[in-house]
């Protein structure tokens, strides 16, 4: 970082003197760098990262209307099975009852027959009865007998269709129970991949709004720590941090010291791993910004918690933006351990209110790299993109 240790550690007399020249050619710069902003936008910004965001939820949300879809069907089908199973038993146990009947009909009918002809011929009728009267009983009982016969036979054939009928339904059944785990599973996932990209929608809207807006250094995060975390971990960064401090803890601090003073908390995580090389370098000092540093150094500051470096980080940053005063107490190891000159340094910064966006934060501000901004705002767009669940 260029020219903050000058204005944090010299006398006040050559201090003063420093800051009006430094803020004469900071003003120019400014205006410079405006003038530049006006025509050629910062490299991370040409490309929106929140752009797909919203088509990745349409999808997904297609996709789980079609999973539902699929799952009920399924679970219909197998309760429509289930009931004509149950119906086709109980028609299957009815013709066969009813066929086993018209057999024991058929059968009673030729004991009868048996018991009252004398001459098992049936012809001894003729010698007691009309033969006209003989003839037409005879026909009856023909007639009757096929009846009974034929009416066997379609019960008998209506049973093993039925029976066919009923193996294909638990064939039917047995098939959906095997898919309706799957289906189920299936709806889950996609149920899962909708409230991931209504995050990731979310992070879009809220990104957006912020792009649109310049890259402002003052706002909310948009991501959550765990994002955050998330992030650096799959990045193939292997972080060296103090005192056992997790990543997960370092970036809790960032959201809460920059909520506490309405900085994008994200986006100085994003600063930090450029600073530190994915917090490898310099972290172990917890000073995880470059504060202290400069073209010309030989070092920079040490803090004694990574809480101390954050907040230091934090408070510099509202600094430059022009935030107003601090919710935090001024820290004692960047602007000086006295309470109330540290708090008189913060409200007399020299550069106060010159970098109200990260765009502006190059060429002479937080850093002399003229491509500083995109490189701070292209690993936050990273960030963005692995949080909206790509």
């Not at 146990?93 to 057999?103: D, H, K, P, S």
């Not at 004398?118 to 003839?135: E, I, N, Q, V």
């Not at 010309?296 to 809480?307: E, H, I, V, Y």
Request: proline fraction near 4%; charge should be negative; include cysteine.
């Amino acid at each position: 970082m260029e020219r903050v240790l000058t204005l944090s550690q010299a006398g006040p007399r050559a201090r003063r003197r420093r800051a009006r020249t430094l803020l004469s050619l900071t003003a120019l710069a400014s205006a410079a760098s405006i003038a530049v902003l006006a025509f050629t936008p910062a490299a991370s910004s040409q490309q929106d990262p929140f752009a797909p965001a919203r088509e990745r939820l349409a999808r997904a949300m297609t996709d789980t209307v079609n999973a539902q879809t699929r799952y009920d069907q399924a679970v219909a089908g197998r309760e429509q099975a289930q009931a004509q199973l149950d119906e086709l038993v109980q028609n299957i146990t009815t013709a066969r009852a009813q066929e086993a009947a018209l057999r024991q009909e058929i059968a009673n009918r030729a004991v009868a027959l048996y018991k009252n002809s004398d001459d098992p011929s049936g012809l001894g009728m003729l010698d007691h009865t009309d033969p006209m009267d003989a003839g037409r009983k005879t026909k009856f009982t023909e007639v009757t007998d096929r009846f009974y016969k034929e009416r066997v036979e379609q019960l008998h054939e209506t049973a093993d269709k039925q029976q066919q009928a009923q193996d294909g339904l638990r064939k039917k059944g047995d098939d959906l129970d095997d898919r309706i785990p799957h289906l189920q599973q299936e709806k889950t996932d996609a149920d899962a991949r909708v409230v991931r990209f209504q995050r990731g929608g979310a992070i879009a809207d809220a990104g957006a709004a912020l792009r649109a807006a310049g890259d402002p250094i003052m706002g909310p995060s948009v991501l959550t720590a765990d994002e955050m975390a998330s992030w650096l971990r799959s990045s193939g960064s292997s972080p060296r941090l103090s005192d056992g401090t997790t990543v997960e803890q370092i970036a809790q601090m960032y959201i809460d010291e920059g909520n506490a003073e309405h900085v994008r908390g994200d986006v100085a995580f994003a600063q930090a791993d450029i600073e530190t090389g994915g917090f490898t370098a310099g972290a172990s000092d917890n000073n995880f910004s470059g504060l202290g540093a400069c073209d010309s150094c030989g070092g920079q500051n040490n803090f004694p918690t990574a809480l101390d470096g954050i907040r230091a980080q934090i408070q510099l940053l509202k600094a430059y933006a022009g935030g107003g005063p601090l919710t935090n107490p001024a820290s004692p190891y960047w602007w000086g351990g006295d309470p109330m000159t540290a708090a008189k340094k913060y409200a007399s910064f020299g550069a106060t209110g010159l970098a109200t966006t990260w765009r502006q934060m190059g060429g002479g501000k937080w850093a002399s790299d003229g491509g500083y901004s995109s490189k701070v705002l292209g690993t936050y767009d990273k960030m963005i993109v692995a949080a909206e669940g790509v």
